[in-house]
């Protein structure tokens, strides 16, 4: 798994001075802030910790000039995040009237349900979700307020992509999400995302939040992602929902879901950066569980830990096998035939091919390039 999921000595020093209690989090305070130029360089995602930092050292009750910049931090990230939700607000007003059910993922909805403080956690992450069926419903009306999406996409695109950024007028920007719902691909109200979701109020208005396990699940493998550059942020998050009274995680179903996502090495390398680095409550039954999994031979690839043959033949085979992978996961099932039915839209889509001969030509051409990074 990519370094990018771990953090630095430094990173970790501030987590647990934003996290922690007692005397370890006002000790862990003292080191960080003595190895760090504050007025210098501090890289986004520690920056954007500091507002979790003013609150935890406030109420334990430390005093030190940083405090009157922390503060000043956690007030502007107050202002910004109301700008923000003013935005999620409109979205969701505007698929209320036409009856389109919304449920709000990461930055608001981890700031409503878990950090219970507007000023903590950075709204401008938030997705908006509907279901797969009414996308191209709800695309529709945010062109019609005034929102343009930034990048192209169809409504065959609908079962594979997401989420797609879209802007105002002001230039604010905000993620519409959908859920493809192969579970359950004749009612989105089946699927896992729908069925085991809550309810909660954003500015009065009812919106669907994920429940705990799978917020906690949404977070692990956002963490671990090969596709973002270093971060520390998603740690925050899952310390913060484990830490929550009202969370009773249902670790069974989180492993199972990443067992069909494969994804369990992602899965493991979060587990692992929380448990040895934050001393997170994570069970240990839980860490033996993964432990026993089998990995597939697609994961083992996709992170080139098994030995590849240098014979072209196999290098093609084995990229062409990461593409399965890939779309194995956006349609969060199996390798059932109906789900395989839509392998060629799905390669359509990710190759930006117009047609399925151009479809041929663009496959071979990325086929060999990623055989080539392989080896």
């Known amino acids: 798994m ?180 192969f579970e359950n691909r004749k009612r989105e109200s089946g699927s896992v995302f729908w069925r085991d979701a809550e309810s909660s109020t954003l500015g009065g208005l009812p919106v669907h939040v994920l429940n705990e396990t799978a917020t906690l699940l949404e977070i692990l493998l956002r963490g671990t992602s090969s596709h973002l550059e270093r971060s520390i942020g998603w740690i925050a998050d899952a310390i913060t929902v484990l830490q929550s009274r009202r969370s009773i995680i249902d670790w069974a179903w989180l492993i199972s879901q990443a067992r069909k996502r494969r994804m369990v090495i992602r899965l493991m390398t979060a587990i692992t950066v929380l448990h040895e680095q934050l001393n997170a409550p994570i069970p240990e039954t839980v860490l033996t569980a993964l432990r026993t999994i089998p990995i597939s031979f697609l994961e083992r690839a996709e992170l080139n830990d098994t030995k590849v043959s240098k014979r072209r033949r196999e290098r093609i085979l084995l990229s062409m096998s990461l593409y399965l992978l890939e779309y194995l996961r956006s349609v969060r099932g199996g390798a059932t035939l109906t789900a395989l039915g839509d392998l060629p839209d799905y390669l359509q889509y990710k190759l930006n091919a117009r047609n399925r001969k151009q479809l041929v030509v663009s496959l071979v051409v990325e086929t060999f390039k990623r055989a080539k990074q392989l080896v």
């Open 2 to 181: 990519s370094s990018n999921s771990f953090p630095t000595k430094e990173q970790c020093l501030l987590l647990r001075a934003a996290l922690g209690s007692g005397a370890p989090a006002v000790g862990a305070w003292g080191e960080w802030q003595a190895s760090v130029d504050f007025d210098g360089y501090l890289d986004a995602e520690s920056f954007a910790l500091l507002p979790l930092l003013y609150v935890n050292l406030r109420r334990h009750g430390v005093m030190h000039p940083f405090m009157h910049k922390l503060k000043g931090i956690y007030r502007r990230r107050w202002c910004e995040n109301q700008v923000q939700f003013q935005d999620i607000e409109e979205v969701v007003g505007r698929f209320r009237l036409s009856r389109i059910p919304t449920m709000l993922v990461n930055g608001a909805a981890l700031s409503l349900v878990h950090y219970r403080d507007s000023a903590l956690r950075t709204a401008s992450d938030t997705q908006v979700l509907v279901p797969v069926g009414r996308a191209e419903r709800a695309l529709a009306l945010l062109r019609e307020g005034g929102w343009t999406p930034l990048s192209r996409i169809s409504a065959a695109q609908f079962r594979f992509r997401h989420p797609v950024k879209i802007r105002n007028g002001f230039d604010r920007r905000l993620e519409i999400r959908w859920d493809p719902s």
